[in-house]
């Protein structure tokens, strides 16, 4: 099976990362720490998880030369202001104790109201809130436009703090429109991607523009139990002699997908890193296992903000 995919940029993206979204702070050092210990090359992290510094921990103590691995980290929607983008990844770097990163991702296409002192980088606390709703309020003009955010990202480029530039949840319509625009392309799209929302469409046309398809909560994340016991899945995975959750990732990797799975469990990050090579007959069976089984997404935050914004494909009156 792949073990990288290349990037437009020339960069070898490796093909399975550990996720630590929801991975609690006193165990994703440790987790962290395993994963590179035990043949991890890619972690993915993210400002927004609250848990970098203790990720920044565990890349620390497995104390790997920094070349042979490789971190991706998140641009918050807190922080798309463009004076706000340099304080954001020296933020991340120092809490990840790192000098670049080799993947920085624009985080959401919404981009939240803040109201913060000049040079202090706004944290949840500066969010401004809809007296009437209490929901967090969207700065419409920056969450509509991401230019002067994603210039802001090509720069950091420039100045050797990231080695990549891509970005995360956006849909067919929004990377279009940055492709437009964009002096660096981005070089990744990370989305939910797994059997209960494998986004067929969206895959095969970021393929399509040569922007790698990045997986995060492959294995339909901490719910995704049902899934883990369907039949069908599990008889192809019986033959082979392994988990379902490695037969869900080799499907992803089949399609051209990097997953990201979270976990904080050793034998199980061991596990998720075992890819295997699915025949065609059975890639098509999990192909149509996915497309016959209910959609859902575990990361819905289309609805927690103020103007709402459609930040889905499915949703976006734009698309298309
Ligand atoms: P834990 O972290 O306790 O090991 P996703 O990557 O789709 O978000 O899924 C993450 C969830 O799946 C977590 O609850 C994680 O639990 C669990 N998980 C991760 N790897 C495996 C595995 N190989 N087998 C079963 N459950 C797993």
């Not at 691995?69 to 790192?98: C, M, R």
């Not at 883990?228 to 033959?239: S, T, V």
């Not at 399609?255 to 050793?266: A, E, F, H, V």
């Amino acid at each position: 099976p792949t073990t990288e995919f290349t990037l437009s940029d020339g960069r070898k993206l490796p093909a399975i990362g550990l996720g630590t979204w929801q991975s609690p702070k006193g165990e994703v050092a440790k987790a962290v720490e395993h994963a590179l210990k035990n043949g991890y090359k890619h972690i993915d992290c993210a400002w927004a998880y609250g848990n970098e510094a203790e990720v920044g921990e565990g890349i620390k103590k497995a104390g790997l030369p920094r070349d042979q691995f490789w971190i991706t980290s998140k641009l918050f929607e807190l922080h798309h202001h463009p004076e706000h983008v340099s304080l954001a990844i020296k933020d991340t770097l120092k809490n990840l104790g790192l000098e670049y990163l080799d993947l920085y991702l624009l985080h959401w296409n919404i981009n939240w109201q803040v109201d913060a002192p000049e040079g202090v980088l706004p944290t949840r606390e500066h969010t401004v809130k809809s007296e009437k709703s209490g929901k967090v309020l969207l700065d419409v003009e920056l969450s509509d436009d991401i230019m002067p955010t994603w210039r802001e990202m090509e720069k950091l480029v420039d100045q050797g703090l990231v080695k990549s530039i891509g970005v995360s949840n956006l849909n067919i319509h929004r990377v279009k429109k940055l492709l437009k625009e964009a002096r660096i392309k981005p070089v990744t799209n990370q989305v939910e991607l797994s059997i209960q929302c494998p986004q067929f469409e969206l895959v095969d046309w970021l393929h399509k523009q040569n922007i790698q398809p990045q997986g995060y909560s492959p294995l339909g994340g901490a719910g995704g139990s049902a899934l883990r016991e369907n039949p069908e899945i599990k008889k192809i995975a019986d033959k082979h002699n392994v988990g379902v959750t490695t037969i869900m990732l080799s499907w992803l990797v089949k399609r051209g997908i990097n997953p990201l799975p979270k976990s904080c469990t050793p034998e199980r990050i061991d596990q998720n890193l075992k890819i295997i090579d699915l025949t065609d007959d059975e890639f098509e069976a999990v192909n149509k296992i996915a497309r016959s089984v209910p959609h859902k997404r575990v990361c819905d935050q289309s609805h927690d903000f103020e103007p709402y914004y459609d930040i889905y494909q499915e949703n976006d009156p734009e698309y298309n």
